[in-house]
């Protein structure tokens, strides 16, 4: 068994490199309404054309919290009519896709 503190420090530098949503968007124009997110584990899992398109932010303490609503598109169909809070923003590792995917009309 390992050591508790063992366990903790691993976690604790995990985190560099496993943005969360609003380590993501915050680094956008608008705080990044209007992009494209998706979690990196649905590409892993095989699950293309899945994503969230952001439509509105709120961000406090300077990016590493907040509220996100958007619009899912699952597998290149629209789920979703009307805006929805995003869920996991701080649990799954995210990404911007917008540059990456073609615009829906």
Known sequence: MLPTSRLFSQSAGATKFAPTLYQVLAKLPENGVGARVTQRR????GIEGSFWEVTRVRLKDEGKHGKV???LVWRGRPISERDELIRGGLKY????VSSSMPSRQ
């Open 42 to 45: 649905w590409a892993a899992k």
């Open 69 to 71: 609503w958007g619009k």
């Open 93 to 96: 590792q995210w990404e911007d």
